[in-house]
Each structure stands twice: as C-alpha cells, then as structure tokens.
C-alpha cells in the first residue's frame, strides 16, 4: 500500500495540528496545509543552498519522511520549480523560482522609484550601492549598482546577509528599539568575520551612535577588505529599506568617506520624498 502526504505512517510535519479532526486523523484541509508548509520549507532549504543535492542529504536536514519528500519533488519538478542533474537523483531549485523573484523586484514601488536615485548615488561616489530591505534577521539585496572600479566586491540581487554584521542591517535595527532588537536577536551572534561584532549588548550600543550620526558603518564585518556605509529609507517606522555604499579599504580615504556620506544623506532624502505615500 502507498503512503500518501495524509496517510497514518506519515511522521508529523510542522503544521500537522492546523486541520486535524477531533480523532486526530488529519483532514483534507490539514494534509493541505502541511503539504503547502512542506512545499514552502523545501524551496527556502533550496534558496540557502544553491547548486544540487541527494534526497537522502535534503531529507536529514529537513527531516521530512522520505516518501512524501520524493513525491514534493517530483511534482516540483513537473511544475518547474525543481530540476535535477541527468541522472535525476539530485534535486536544486528551479527557472519558476526565478520567475516569481524577478516579479516581486518589478512589482515593488519602492524598488522602482528609488531607480534613479540609485543611478545617481552610483555616479556621484563611483562605488557599488544597494538597496535591502529588512526580512528577520536578515537583509536582502533588491536592487544594487556595480563600482565603476576594478576592484569592486561581488553583488546580487537576492542576495540574504546577516542583519547585524552589515551597515544596511545596523542602519535598519537603529530604527527599532533597543528592547524591540534585543527580542529580535540573540544573545550571542554568529562571527562572519573576525571583525564582527558578536555581543548584542555590544551592538545595542553602536546602534545608539547610528542614531546620532544617521548612518550606519560595516568595518569588515561581513567582508574582510571591505567597508560599507549605510543609510535607513524613512518612509517607515521603523524603517524597513535601506541604502548602502560598499568600498575596498584600499581605496578609502578620508576625503572619499566624506563624499560618500554626503552623499548617502543626499540619497535619504530623495528617496525620502519619492516614497512619502508607499
């Protein structure tokens, strides 16, 4: 006899309870939901770890029953948001996720407006900018403009960094409380460099200074070589976008960090006006 997704040896998933009948047989509503969740869980395991994987490697880290996780990625795969290598027993994410990306990106009001004043931050300091909005714990590039330069650090939109350890990030948290970021954040936060600052009773206290000054600095904590200066959009509160500016330390000077910040104010208050009504 087959195991179906509902079926009674399917171990219990992560929404197992959100549609299950008084005799705790689950429900054609609550095999829906689970199998949505299942679904869900799978593409963000894919989205975190690109390239190709076993199904054996996918089931140990999501722990979902092998059976049904063969049949999710086999209609996956059918639908095309899931390919696998030639022998067809190694799974990744598939061209339909990229699809649905690229829309979220050309439907975003903000991510449009705020066009031409990316174009212009990107002229007047000839560096790579980005745009991020806040997501958890996380910052995620929606739109970024290459350096003009050869040396210049490698960008993607899509790109997830760590919220504590990038200038985007810390501009954003400043915009929160401290009691509302220390519900967000742990105690002690993941080193992604050796300059990264790990104590959030630490960062607590930088992100007072980020407040004063209005904006925010990465020196090397998520890059080594690398500083990044950031800015929050305001439209918000707490503020949900922000503005950013990465440069090697090797071209750094003073005179260049100072029109840099310039601006990255100037940058603010454009995007300041443009996004007023979103």
């Known amino acids: 006899m087959t195991t179906t997704e509902a079926g009674p040896t399917d171990e219990a998933g992560p929404a197992d309870e959100a549609g299950s009948s ?10 829906a939901v689970k199998s949505a969740v299942r679904t869900v869980l799978l593409l963000e ?11 054996a490697d996918i089931q140990s880290d999501l722990s979902l029953p092998k059976s049904s996780l063969y049949m999710l990625l086999r209609t996956l795969v059918n639908l095309g948001w899931v390919e696998t290598d030639a022998t067809g027993t190694r799974y990744g994410i598939g061209v339909r996720a990229l699809l649905v990306g690229s829309s979220y ?22 560096e790579t900018i980005h745009l991020a909005r806040m997501d958890g714990t996380s910052v995620v590039y ?8 050869y040396l210049r650090p490698f960008t993607r939109v899509g790109r997830r960094l760590p919220v504590h350890s990038t200038a985007l ?16 954040l742990p105690l002690r936060l993941e080193a992604v ?3 990264t600052i790990t104590d959030r009773e630490q960062l607590i206290e930088e992100l ?22 950031g800015v ?17 330390v090797a071209r750094l000077t003073a005179g260049h960090e100072q029109t840099i910040k310039a601006a990255l104010f100037e940058a603010r208050d454009r995007l300041s006006v443009v996004t007023r009504r979103m």
């Open 208 to 229: 007072a200074l980020v407040r004063e000054q209005g904006y925010a600095v990465d020196r090397e904590e998520n890059t080594l070589g690398l500083r990044c200066f």
């Open 22 to 31: 008084a005799q705790g047989v689950p429900t054609a509503q609550g095999a």
């Open 232 to 248: 929050a959009v305001p439209y918000r509160t707490p503020a949900r976008d922000a503005v950013s500016c990465s440069v090697p």
């Open 142 to 149: 929606l739109a970024t403009r290459q350096s003009q330069h």
């Open 193 to 195: 460099t050796e300059h």
């Open 169 to 184: 990030g810390k501009a954003l948290l400043a915009t929160h409380t401290d009691e509302e970021v220390r519900g967000l």
């Open 105 to 126: 990106i050309d439907g975003d009001e903000v991510v449009t407006a705020a066009r031409p004043t990316l174009d212009r931050l990107s002229d007047d300091t000839t």
């Open 45 to 55: 395991h894919f989205a975190a770890r690109p390239g190709l994987h076993s199904l």
